[in-house]
């Protein structure tokens, strides 16, 4: 029997989430042999400060390691397609971050490398793994909401409020076209279909950028930093800092979410909320120990995460008992050990709870037809199947907010 502590993994980055992604691992045990970053200078200062024991010096050395077998990909986006095919191409088992690639092209392409690889490919939507979301995921594939008819809510942040705030995902050749919507409306949407099982088949979409000239830092500068550099640059923007979007759903249900990450005070707030037929349920990221579920006939709930009183998927994703909050960091490990009872198994089980390259890869699906949904000003149906490629990356038309 493979436990996770007897898998080497390697990881690609030691940012904000490349370090939230080693904590989750050495919390599961599982063995993170060495790490690479983008010079090996700067990886082997991480390795010294993360206490990792060796830092690769470029992907080929990482691969060419036989104690790896498993990869987590942190790097930036327009990273993540070359890094990704190569790891395939060694035959081991991925966990990139989202989204899973630049284009829907790209992701295509390694939905089908990973099958043919026959290895666990997965992709970082740990919004799904807050122990509530995993139970009601349950609860509403048993009926517990009844139809779902309508879905509502907003993923609102502010670390990118100023115009002295500066990130990679600014520019859409490093971070890929839909900025807002690629980095967080992706997890919103993919969550809300974990949730209702319903996959959105429409959208109608409007993108808009408040700040259209940032003051670019000279210098690297780290998601969520707070830092104001003296030296900067004036940089004409051209991807969205918010975005409004109404959905359709796959059984008929509608929808409606704003997207946001430069909303004064929201720190990283996704709320949700699915009313059906017959009952309603409620979240917040910022208060993840809590669901509200709502009646018409009886009064309304509040279940405080307790694994004596969810069902198995909620327990399974809880390590406190009640009353202990369990967080943002605790969903990793949460999620990380779904995927990897599947690598120790040998392989993609039939039904994961974790979102799988297949599901990245709707997710860039989506992304496209919001984006020319944005450029069209009509409704765009998802173009699944055998429909054309996707758009290359390029600008998406964006308004200034303000004014249409
Ligand atoms: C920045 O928006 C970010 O770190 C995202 O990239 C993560 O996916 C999200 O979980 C938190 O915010």
């Not at 018409?296 to 405080?304: F, G, P």
């Not at 307790?306 to 406190?320: F, I, K, Q, W």
């Not at 039904?351 to 069209?376: C, K, Q, W």
Request: a negative charge; charged letters at 20%.
């Amino acid at each position: 029997m493979v436990r996770a502590s007897d898998i080497g993994t390697a990881v690609i980055g030691t940012g904000f989430i490349g370090t939230v992604h080693i904590e989750a691992l050495r919390r599961l045990g599982v063995h993170v042999v060495g790490i690479l970053e983008d010079t090996p200078e700067h990886g082997a200062a991480r390795a010294a400060e993360l206490a990792i024991p060796h830092a690769y010096g470029s992907l080929e050395e990482l691969l060419a390691d036989d104690r790896v077998q498993a990869v987590h990909v942190t790097s930036p986006n327009r990273l993540h397609h070359r890094q990704v095919r190569e790891i395939l191409a060694g035959g081991r088992h991925v966990i990139c971050e989202k989204p899973l690639a630049m284009t829907s092209a790209e992701s295509a392409e390694l939905v089908a490398l990973a099958a043919s690889a026959g290895v666990v490919s997965a992709v970082n939507f740990n919004i799904r793994f807050y122990p509530l979301n995993q139970h009601l995921a349950r609860e509403i594939e048993a009926g517990a909401l009844g139809d779902v008819r309508l879905v509502t809510g907003h993923y609102l942040q502010d670390w990118l409020a100023l115009e002295t705030d500066w990130n990679w995902r600014l520019e859409p050749e490093i971070g890929g076209a839909l900025r807002a919507v690629g980095d967080i409306g992706s997890h919103f949407l993919d969550l809300v279909t974990f949730l209702s099982g319903q996959r959105v088949v429409s959208v109608m979409a409007d993108l808009a950028t408040f700040i259209p000239v940032r003051r670019e830092p000279r210098g690297p500068v780290l998601t969520f930093s707070t830092e104001r550099a003296a030296d900067t640059v004036a940089r004409e923007i051209r991807t969205e800092d918010a975005a409004t979007i109404m959905l359709r759903f796959e059984n008929g249900a509608r929808g409606a979410v704003a997207i946001s990450q430069v909303s004064h005070g929201r720190k990283n707030s996704l709320r949700y909320e699915i009313d059906g037929s017959a009952a309603a349920a409620a979240w917040d990221s910022e208060q993840p120990d809590r669901l509200w579920i709502g009646h018409r006939e009886r009064a309304n709930e509040e279940l405080l995460r307790n694994p004596a009183l969810m069902n198995p998927a909620g327990r399974a994703a809880s390590h406190l008992p009640g009353g202990h909050v369990e967080g943002f960091g605790d969903t990793f490990p949460a999620h990380f050990a779904a995927i990897y009872a599947d690598i120790a198994a040998g392989g993609p089980s039939e039904r994961p709870a974790y979102a799988t390259f297949a599901d990245g890869h709707d997710e860039m699906l989506v992304g496209d037809a919001i984006a020319e949904s944005a450029r069209s000003g009509r409704w765009v149906t998802v173009a699944r199947g055998a429909g054309r490629p996707a758009a290359e990356a390029g600008a998406i038309p964006t308004t200034e907010g303000g004014h249409a």
